[in-house]
């Protein structure tokens, strides 16, 4: 089937950032509820344990739902309407897709994919008779106490791995958190009764992430589906369900930039497009919108790498560089930290990339002023109550983004 050439010039991006919930200001409303909503649309919101600012699945939440606070993601697993799992990373799922992890979870189970390096089954039963027995359990439970025997099974770190592998193959699930330390409780004990455990086949799953994509990101290619999935076997069913949707006219296929193919439901690039309010979104390096650095290419003409795993030596922006959204463009990129024991939130390195806002006019005078608002909101959301801003490329911005060097307004 021929694919027809599209044209990007915005309206792309536009459907790509409304699938997202990072165009209108409160697109799943506010409150628990609404954190529900986000996380049901994105189909995943990534755990991550770097702490230079909020961490990203708070931060992610926080960008598309007003008043997002971390309890919100606390009650809604004490609830049992989200779990800890894993997608292409350590996540948040929602609880109505709990079964698209059991082929992972059997997958660690028999050994096919390797959590820890070597498994003891002796201690992982001791583990789990621990949890049946006492409840509720975290890895510092099995620390060994003052002048106790550190070589029992007790000892904290091989039964902290037995935890770990108890619950990448599905015997524990995460109940919550304590500070970031898991807690970890029986299946048995927390999974609701009503949650469909039927083992999905490789057409099922090929099926459900395609799903999740469309619904996520608006239109999709084939290798965002599978983004770091491994098998032949779940490319080959999806190119089959690509095919089928094609021949039945459930989708449509279209050329994007760096010569890909996406699909879309018929009657997305029919729609208007939706409209792009001026206002600066200060993202997570882990937010669904921008985790996939061939798609960032593609739909927004946006190189994106966080270099936190990059060598000091070979970093080109900085070590926990955020990317800034304009609109529909991705605009530039800040190096950030969170100072919290002195209230500061330091902008190390602001870098403007886009080349209308480098030229002086009225759209760089209300990109400053939208970025100086996402600032403050980002800052009061890391407890801080100074906005330090420390350098900024081009130089001739540092003046003016210097108005954001100051107290934030508490109101």
């Known amino acids: 089937m021929k694919t027809q050439p599209v044209q990007n010039d915005g309206k ?16 799943f409303g506010r409150g628990t509820n609404a954190t529900a909503r986000a996380i049901e649309q994105l189909g995943y919101v990534q755990i991550d344990t770097i702490s230079v600012i909020a961490r990203a699945h708070h931060h992610v939440l926080h960008c598309r739902v007003p008043n997002y606070d971390p309890r919100h993601v606390d009650r809604l697993q004490q609830q049992r309407r989200i779990f800890e799992y894993w997608y292409h990373a350590a996540a948040y799922l929602p609880m109505r897709d709990y079964r698209f ?3 992972h979870m059997q997958a660690m189970a028999r050994g096919e994919t390797r959590w820890i390096r070597s498994r003891d089954a002796g201690l992982m039963a001791d583990v789990l008779r621990h949890v049946r027995d006492e409840g509720p359990t975290r890895a510092r439970d099995f620390e060994t106490p003052a002048g106790g025997d ?4 007790w000892n ?6 037995a935890l770990e592998q108890l619950f990448m193959q ?15 409780d029986l299946r048995e004990r927390v999974l609701p009764d009503h949650v469909d455990v039927t083992l999905p086949d490789v057409h099922e799953m090929a099926e459900h992430l395609l799903q999740n994509s469309l619904r996520s990101h608006g239109f ?7 983004y770091l999935r491994q098998g032949k076997s779940l490319r080959d069913a999806l190119k089959q369900q690509l095919l089928q949707l094609l021949a039945d006219r459930k989708l449509v296929s279209f050329g994007i930039g760096q010569g890909e193919t996406a699909y879309a439901e018929p009657d997305l690039l029919e729609r208007r497009a939706p ?16 985790i996939q650095r061939d798609r960032n290419q593609s739909v927004f003409n946006y190189d994106y790498q966080i270099e936190c795993y990059v060598p000091e030596a070979k970093r080109r922006f900085g070590y926990f560089c955020l990317p800034v959204l304009y609109g529909d463009r991705f605009v530039g990129r800040m190096d950030c930290k969170a100072h ?11 870098h403007i990339e886009d080349p209308e806002l480098q030229a002086e006019g009225q759209e760089a005078e209300e990109f400053l002023s939208a970025l100086h608002i996402a600032l403050e909101t980002l800052a009061q959301f890391n407890e801080c109550v100074r906005i330090k801003v420390s350098s900024v490329t081009p130089r001739r911005w540092r003046r003016a983004a210097a108005r954001s060097d100051s107290f934030v307004n508490p109101a």
């Open 150 to 153: 550190a070589s029992g099974w």
């Open 220 to 226: 999709v290619t084939a290798k965002s589906v599978t």
């Open 340 to 350: 919290r024991r002195d209230g500061v939130f330091e902008v190390k390195a602001l």
């Open 170 to 184: 599905g015997d524990l699930m995460v109940v919550g958190r304590e500070g970031f330390q898991k807690v970890y």
């Open 12 to 27: 792309l991006r536009r459907l790509a950032l409304e699938a997202q919930g990072l165009l209108k200001q409160a697109p």
């Open 275 to 290: 409209a792009a309010p001026r206002r600066v979104r200060i993202l997570s390096p882990f937010d669904n919108a921008i």
């Open 156 to 161: 904290w770190k091989p039964a902290k791995q």
């Open 101 to 103: 992890s059991l082929p």
